[in-house]
């Protein structure tokens, strides 16, 4: 089995600074693309940035310059330090992972999602 676990949301005033977590636990061979998405009350859920191995990042435009996206491959975590936050960055926020799965033998791909974190930011 494999888990997603978010950490470090919270409520925060507007301007102020982040940092969620998410810990990849389980039978995982290999972790490829990580990302953190969010989705806020009555929207659909959004891209916010995404990692490849290799530290490759891509950010939405409404975070550019504002949000970074982290990696620690040999711990299987991602993180994202989110600075100068606006009241339109609140949500909850996902991370999923893009992996390769093992278990009693066999192997396979998988895309694997976190419960959530809130974030809320006041004005």
């Known amino acids: 089995q494999v888990q997603l676990v978010e950490s470090g949301g919270g409520l925060v005033q507007a301007g102020g600074s982040l940092n969620v977590s998410c810990a990849v636990s389980?039978?995982?061979?290999?972790?490829?693309?990580m990302g953190w998405n969010r989705q806020a009350p009555g929207k659909q859920r959004e891209l916010v940035a995404c990692?490849?191995?290799?530290?490759?990042?891509n950010y939405a435009d409404s975070v550019k310059g504002r949000f970074t996206i982290s990696r620690d491959n040999a711990k299987n975590t991602v993180s994202l330090q989110m600075n100068s936050l606006k009241p339109e960055d609140t949500a909850v926020y996902y991370c999923?992972?893009?992996?390769?799965?093992?278990?009693?033998?066999?192997?396979?791909?998988?895309?694997?999602w976190g419960q959530g974190t809130q974030v809320t930011v006041s004005s």
């Open positions: 389980g039978s995982i061979l290999r972790i490829n693309d």
């Open positions: 999923n992972a893009d992996l390769s799965w093992y278990i009693s033998g066999r192997s396979g791909p998988g895309d694997y």
């Open positions: 990692i490849t191995r290799g530290g490759s990042r």
